[in-house]
């Protein structure tokens, strides 16, 4: 199948605002290549899924009249996804299809910058005047200086040499890697002594064929590993600083902590500070920089403690012109993210809350009183804002991102992309419901219904046990572990915000940690107990399902779950936990959630975490499982998943191993996808139908 025929497209002349003339642009008319079977069947499933278009960040031009935006389609036949850079304008009406292929698009005036084929490029809106900026291997992220003068780009850099051919030139063919500390890999790759590092370099006439390494011979990394995300690389508006996140560790003290900084380097000096630690400790993360319009303030993201890696995500901002920094949200319970100025007094940002996620806003001093300005049962995953305008990347648990215009705290939709998918095909209804839990609490927990859901009827019901373990269970769309995928196969799914999670205040995020088998495992089941006693939900036909610290969960309710489950189903889950804390790379992660090392035995934290490990109760299993794992997860790795498999097959208890080679932690590629979502339901239906 190829790209252009998953929409149809029609030409005609467009006048778009602000791009100084008319060009012929592609005006798109989105339809989601259904094939009349998938039209009459309605039923939303993994092919339709991977049909949609998936719509990415987005942009508001300088003058606010126009948003580019991105869509990614993957075509399942060749196992990839092609993504384009669209245009509408930004108060809403036709979307015209700028360029193909293009990713990453960054206004600077009048031109949108973009990333394609490794290099960088710019284009005038009218699809006009298209140039090539960059002529340099390797490039793996960038930004413009709103001056238009100069850029940055990211790279792999060799710095160590860990390899053995590295080291001994007369074994150029060897495959060793030589290490004399931690951490060897991470996420997914190897140490290679490799690190991404910043370059900065002029814009004049003709391509940038090289730049400054700012980092020169630094073994580590920025943007930080393993997301490397470019977000956290920002340049002032006078494109004479630029602003970044390092975490200046190596080897064991990199494993064991989070304390990343916020740099600032001076292209004129070509000088670098450390801006957190000129005012003291602060030991936890610093990243995701952002300058005010003056260029006097930088607005970022601050955790506490090291090592604590879903601590409070805080909002601090540093002024340059006396060092000093404050806490804008010490009085607001909740993490901020994706922030914007306005002016340089105001402070806008997405926060979540009671599993939902919001746009707030505060004065940017100490201690600012917070108001929320967007309500609703919705995912407001990023923004971006030019005056009054505010254009959103906007999903729910039943509908796919699109973007919607933010107007006086009312969310308008913008972009259809999918539209033709929820014309034809029906989505389970999700509902709300408050549980009381075992120690007399309340959990908001979501209920997703199967399409054209009868209360007559008895379903089968899951309990979904969400990963983290600190991630919110609020309004998300996924692509990996969908709900809509669950309630088409005809189950009830139960989705508990038990403790451990964001959006409910520090206290409850933090009560899970060091207590992995405590109140969160009797969250799950007053949830999934509650859900059972209605008489559509069959109790006798339940299941658990989950992935991560989702699929420790699973693991740990198959040797205590007393006869509730009937199928379960565990991804890339935790299943020995003294095996777990040698296997995996970040031992902050595993320091804080498990309370230290096994072999600590004065740490009576630790020692209850590893005494109620699951593999200490699989003696008990009697359900029949299926174990999903990536060859490459470094994170939990592929060895957990076969001590579960190994004792569970010993045992005589049906089971099943589904290890994708090319995959880490999560799955990415369509056909593995499409495999996943097979034995998932195969299985389900298998033991629950």
Request: charged share 20%.
């Amino acid at each position: 199948m190829k790209l252009r025929n998953i929409f149809t497209i029609a030409a005609t002349t467009l006048l778009l605002a602000g791009c100084g003339g008319s060009a012929t642009l592609e005006v798109m008319n989105f339809t989601n290549n259904l094939t009349p079977e998938e039209i009459a069947e309605g039923k939303f499933t993994p092919e339709v899924m991977w049909k949609m278009g998936r719509v990415g960040n987005q942009k508001l031009s300088p003058d606010g009249k126009l948003v580019a935006f991105t869509i990614t389609y993957y075509n399942m036949a060749d196992n990839k996804g092609t993504t384009g850079i669209y245009l509408m304008p930004a108060e809403g009406g036709e979307v015209v299809r700028l360029l193909e292929k293009g990713s990453a698009p960054q206004w600077v005036g009048n031109r949108l910058y973009y990333m394609a084929d490794g290099q960088v490029w710019s284009i005038l809106s009218d699809g006009s005047d298209k140039q090539q900026l960059t002529d340099i291997e390797g490039i793996e992220s960038y930004g413009i200086a709103p001056s238009g003068d100069i850029m940055f780009f990211t790279k792999r850099v060799h710095v160590v040499d860990i390899k053995g051919s590295d080291i001994y030139a007369e074994a150029d063919k060897s495959k060793a890697r030589i290490y004399d500390d931690l951490m060897v890999r991470h996420w997914d790759y190897w140490d290679e002594g490799n690190y991404s590092h910043i370059f900065v370099a002029p814009i004049a006439e003709g391509l940038v064929k090289e730049g400054k390494d700012i980092m020169e011979g630094e073994p580590w990394d920025a943007p930080l590993a393993p997301y490397f995300d470019s977000e956290e690389i920002a340049w002032n508006n006078a494109g004479t600083a630029l602003a970044y996140t390092c975490k200046h560790l190596t080897g064991a003290e990199y494993a064991v902590s989070t304390d990343s900084d916020i740099f600032i380097y001076d292209v004129a000096t070509a000088t670098t500070r450390n801006i957190c630690k000129e005012v003291g400790q602060m030991p936890g993360y610093d990243k995701y920089p952002v300058w005010s319009p003056d260029d006097t303030l930088i607005a970022f993201r601050s955790m506490r403690r090291a090592g604590n890696e879903s601590d409070k995500d805080r909002l601090f901002v540093w002024n340059s012109k006396d060092g000093s920094m404050i806490d804008v949200t010490s009085g607001f319970d909740y993490n901020a993210s994706n922030v914007v100025w306005e002016g340089n007094n105001t402070l806008y940002f997405v926060s979540p809350i009671t599993a939902t996620h919001q746009i707030c806003r505060a004065e940017a001093v100490a201690g600012a009183k917070v108001e929320i300005l967007t309500s609703g049962d919705h995912d407001i995953n990023t923004f971006t804002k030019v005056g009054d305008r505010i254009v959103a990347h906007m999903n729910t648990i039943m509908k796919a991102p699109e973007l919607y215009a933010v107007e006086n705290g009312e969310l308008r939709q913008m972009t259809f992309v999918n539209q033709q998918i929820y014309d034809n095909i029906p989505m389970g209804k999700c509902t709300k419901r408050w549980v009381r839990t075992t120690d007399g609490k309340q959990m908001l927990v979501w209920v997703i219904l199967p399409p054209n859901f009868d209360e007559n009827e008895k379903y089968p019901t899951l309990l979904y046990c969400q990963g983290g373990p600190q991630s919110v269970v609020s309004q998300f769309w996924s692509y990996r572990w969908n709900f809509q995928l669950m309630a088409s196969e005809g189950y009830v799914v139960v989705a508990p915000n038990r403790r451990g999670l964001p959006s409910f205040g520090q206290e409850w995020l933090d009560q899970i940690s060091g207590d992995y088998s405590g109140q969160n495992i009797r969250d799950y089941l007053a949830a999934i107990d509650d859900v059972a006693k209605e008489p559509w939900s069959d109790e006798n036909r339940l299941g658990a399902v989950g992935a991560s610290y989702g699929g420790y969960s699973v693991y740990y309710l198959a040797g205590h779950h007393e006869g509730r489950f009937k199928a379960l189903i565990s991804h890339c889950g935790i299943f020995n936990f003294e095996s777990m804390y040698g296997h995996t790379e970040e031992m902050w992660f595993v320091n804080n959630d498990y309370g230290g090392a096994y072999w600590d035995k004065s740490n009576r934290t630790a020692q209850r975490s590893y005494a109620n490990s699951p593999h200490k109760a699989v003696a008990k299993w009697d359900t029949p499982i299926l174990i999903f794992t990536g060859e490459l997860d470094f994170r939990i790795p592929f060895t957990q998943s076969l001590e579960a498999f190994t004792a569970a097959k010993l045992q005589g208890i049906p089971a099943k191993l589904v290890a994708f080679e090319n995959e880490a932690h999560q799955v990415f590629q369509p056909q593995n996808s499409l495999v996943w979502n097979r034995e998932f339901f195969g299985w389900l239906n298998k033991y629950l139908k």
